[in-house]
């Protein structure tokens, strides 16, 4: 951000400074991919790798992975009587059934109906919840606790990098994979309870009470272990130590962010609170410290109207959630478009000649395409890249470009028209910068845009839809510029 826009104003004031939110947003783009995400995760014993990013790949579908989730995700504590009042007017989703050791889903969009973001929600007492996830969720949260008028009050505990005392309340552990179970077994010297997806309990390893939550980053076997701050390192040990004869690996920043692409999660949606009179005090109230301020944006799809980034919770697939059963921001302009057409959200496998000749042009003395960073190729934070028909036209957003070990495929996650959303379907999707690099900055080199030919597929990327892409085959071909 420039020191212009870097100061105390809010968000309201920046948009009166900048000629448009998109080209500022685009001029945060980082000087490289992989900053990204190893800078996101710079905690006490976190590495970007710990072997190396396509072993720990492999673990959560081969033997066990270990994420270490307790320094990048903001944690904002919502207490009192009103808390599950006002918690359940910012969810499209319904909290009924939410008992005490749960976790819910928390899913919030604005006024006008788009995804602002979501996290996970937990009841840990009837009258304190903690919202765990992406900071513009929690800043979103925080706001609408301190202004509505429910009795209820909020405590952050911020990101290891925003985070001035270099403490945090609780940690979180993923343990997952096809031997996590027979690990947990072990360290908690019993078989473990039945638990229910997002339902916990409670264990014990290595002397340390816990909770096991039924959770997983890649749809696989597992628990999220959590407790307090300071047993981390206790039960950390014990995980590492008695996992080796388990094939335990450790996963690092750069292999954990491409977890989203296997378990099919839209983790950091454009947010929609840069329009609107119904988001106008919150871009008021907002800071250089809020995530809505320090965003990058980067990807071949461009706009001059951010609102063209927005989508609603059907173009996610996450019509399912929306409930009409209680009154939450947004309700009223979700019922009015829930009969529209939407787009469907679907995994785009990447055509294998099309991704290598993209490389191969690094090795000619033109270099005239953007490279693609392995595994993880995004541009920015939130990478939106075009996708196309056949015929060349537009018909929806493709994010998250990467490659993972366990598909043997660079993939990206898609939202795209719902007519072109049959698998086996072949789409292209634009690569490269809007403008070839001149709306960064700088910060990535000229280049010239190209399609590279992707096939449809299922999402999440499953066992089933392994099996699914053995049939539906990768088409080879030259590329094609623009």
């Not at 907002?286 to 109207?305: K, V």
Request: hydrophobic fraction near 35%; proline fraction near 4%.
């Amino acid at each position: 951000m420039t020191s212009k826009t870097q100061g105390s104003e809010s968000l309201s004031e920046m948009l009166k400074q900048v000629p448009n939110i998109v080209d500022h947003l685009f001029r945060n783009s980082p000087k490289n991919a992989l900053t990204i995400y190893t800078q996101m995760m710079p905690g006490d014993g976190v590495r970007p790798e710990f072997t190396t990013w396509r072993d720990e790949q492999r673990s959560w579908r081969k033997s066990v992975a270990l994420h270490d989730q307790s320094f990048h995700m903001h944690s904002l504590h919502v207490r009192g009587p009103g808390a599950i009042d006002c918690l359940q007017f910012l969810s499209v989703n319904t909290f009924t059934n939410f008992k005490v050791g749960a976790a819910k889903q928390l899913l919030a969009c604005s006024p006008a109906g788009f995804v602002i973001g979501d996290a996970i929600l937990y009841r840990l007492e009837e009258e304190h919840f903690l919202v765990v996830g992406n900071p513009a969720t929690t800043d979103w949260v925080e706001f609408n606790v301190k202004t509505l008028n429910f009795d209820a009050n909020t405590e952050l505990d911020p990101m290891w990098a925003l985070n001035k005392d270099k403490k945090r309340v609780f940690f979180r552990y993923q343990v997952e994979g096809p031997n996590a179970w027979e690990l947990l077994e072990e360290l908690h010297g019993a078989a473990l309870p039945e638990i229910k997806f997002f339902k916990s309990a409670t264990l014990t390893i290595a002397g340390c009470t816990v909770q096991g939550m039924r959770h997983t980053m890649g749809g696989v076997p597992g628990l999220e272990i959590s407790g307090p701050w300071d047993d981390r390192k206790t039960v950390k040990r014990a995980l590492v130590e008695a996992g080796k004869k388990h094939n335990l690996r450790q996963i690092g920043s750069i292999a954990y962010f491409t977890t989203v692409i296997e378990s099919g999660w839209w983790a950091v949606p454009v947010s929609a609170v840069y329009t609107g009179e119904g988001t106008a005090a919150y871009r008021n109230s907002l800071s250089s410290r809020h995530a809505s301020m320090r965003m990058s944006l980067g990807g071949s799809f461009y706009s001059d109207n951010i609102e063209d980034y927005y989508l609603t919770p059907y173009d996610l697939n996450y019509g399912h959630l929306v409930k009409f059963d209680h009154d939450y921001i947004g309700r009223e302009a979700l019922e009015t478009i829930k009969d529209d057409p939407h787009r469907k959200k679907v995994t785009l496998v990447w055509n294998a000649d099309d991704v290598l000749s993209v490389m191969e042009n690094q090795f000619t003395e033109e270099q005239a395409t953007l490279p693609i960073t392995m595994p993880l190729a995004a541009t920015a934070r939130m990478h939106y890249d075009k996708v196309e028909d056949d015929k060349g036209n537009y018909i929806g957003l493709s994010i998250y470009p990467c490659y993972s070990s366990n598909e043997s495929a660079l993939m990206s996650l898609a939202s795209i028209d719902a007519k072109h959303a049959e698998y086996g379907k072949e789409v292209s999707v634009v690569w490269g910068e809007d403008g070839g690099g001149s709306r960064s900055a700088g910060n990535i080199e000229p280049h010239k845009q190209v399609r590279i030919r992707a096939t449809v597929a299922p999402c999440p990327i499953s066992k089933e839809a392994q099996s699914y892409r053995s049939k539906i085959g990768v088409h080879r071909g030259s590329l094609e510029e623009f």
